[in-house]
């Protein structure tokens, strides 16, 4: 099974800017969908924006315009550039790894934190 690790995390203010950064144990070219989550303390985990197999990307509506998803076949990451963050954007984000059979694997998150 894949195994993921994230990069990137840490402190900004609001509005600045941070790049999350997933690398995969092995290659990613063939896995349906790619994906950042994120999970806020007493909330649920939640979809921030994921990457099909195609290179179809989709948003959550709070992170379209600031947030963009990307990835490297090649190199076998998934980025997460993050624009304009918010205190409310203050969670671990998960990298996602989701098969065409459904079966999804998780990173071990990054903490982002960002200061009003």
């Known amino acids: 099974q894949v195994q993921l690790v994230e990069s990137g995390g840490g402190l900004v203010q609001a509005g600045g800017s941070l790049r999350l950064a997933c690398a995969a144990s092995?290659?990613?070219?063939?896995?349906?969908?790619m994906g950042w989550y994120h999970q806020a303390p007493r909330k649920q985990r939640a979809s921030v924006a994921s990457?099909?197999?195609?290179?179809?990307?989709n948003y959550a509506y709070s992170v379209k315009d600031r947030f963009t998803i990307s990835k490297d076949n090649t190199k076998n990451t998934v980025d997460l550039q993050m624009n304009s963050l918010e205190p409310g954007d203050t969670a671990v984000y998960y990298c996602?790894?989701?098969?065409?059979?459904?079966?999804?694997?998780w990173g071990q998150g990054t903490q982002v934190t960002v200061s009003s």
């Open positions: 996602s790894a989701c098969s065409e059979t459904y079966d999804t694997y």
């Open positions: 092995e290659s990613i070219s063939s896995i349906y969908r």
């Open positions: 990457i099909t197999i195609d290179g179809i990307t």
